[in-house]
């Protein structure tokens, strides 16, 4: 079982709504990613948990706050968006790098809309 | 930090033509991996690469770890209609506890019937 799974698969919200996006795994994987994905470019990263605690946090605003509840579940709460914002999410999960192993694998990721 | 050059950007070809895909950076990666993204989909995991030198098939697909472990090519036989998309080679630098993956900008792939 290689599947990440990603919740909800679209959101639209308001630039004063708090949401969260939500992550799951199932392969035993430590280390997990949130990224943002804009049209046409690759995806960027956002933040790295490793062993639930977080890792990197790519300069991100704190506007995106993430969270890790388990070694399964990863969440991204978003508050006071702006509408640049809008985007693809996508989260993914791989074995730690000192595996030899770091294939991540993404979930389908979530269209966020910020009107 | 690491740069990733991947082409070609974009390429149009006839269904059962074969495609091939680069990517070549100016630093040493220890991990390389393909990618397929369909419009408004996740990143699927298409090949990885884990030594200089490797070449791994799946399916119609061929991927090689280039001998410098500084490039990687994707080559794709056959083509069919539902290769379209767009493909995306990252790579890992080496580097305790480092994390991040690396991404070519893509190759966008369409197939005419």
């Known amino acids: 079982d290689t599947e990440v799974t990603q919740t909800p698969k679209h959101l639209v919200m308001g630039m004063t709504n708090k949401k969260s996006l939500k992550c799951e795994q199932h392969?035993?994987?430590?280390?997990m990613y949130w990224y943002k994905q804009k049209a046409k470019k690759p995806p960027e990263l956002m933040f790295v948990?490793?062993?639930?605690?977080?890792?990197i946090n790519e300069s991100v605003p704190s506007r995106f706050s993430p969270e890790c509840p388990n070694s399964s579940l990863l969440n991204l709460h978003l508050h006071a968006l702006q509408p640049e914002d809008s985007a693809l999410y996508l989260c993914?999960?791989?074995?730690?790098?000192?595996?030899?192993?770091?294939?991540?694998?993404f979930g389908p990721g979530t269209r966020l809309l910020v009107l | 930090g690491q740069q990733l050059n991947q082409s070609p950007q974009s390429m149009f070809i006839q269904e059962g033509e074969d495609v091939s895909m680069n990517c070549t950076s100016s630093?040493?990666?220890?991990?390389w991996l393909w990618y397929k993204q369909d419009p408004g989909e996740g990143p699927v995991l298409l090949i990885a690469l884990y030594k200089a030198g490797e070449l791994t098939s799946n399916g119609r697909l061929t991927a090689q770890f280039g001998i410098t472990r500084k490039d990687s090519f994707l080559n794709i036989s056959a083509s069919i209609p539902s290769d379209v998309g767009i493909y995306f080679c990252a790579g890992r630098y080496s580097g305790a506890g480092s994390y991040q993956l690396t991404f070519g900008k893509g190759t966008k792939l369409s197939v005419i019937p």
């Open positions: 392969m035993g994987h430590r280390a």
């Open positions: 993914a999960s791989s074995q730690l790098p000192t595996s030899g192993q770091e294939t991540q694998y």
């Open positions: 948990y490793s062993y639930e605690k977080l890792s």
């Open positions: 630093s040493i990666f220890n991990t």
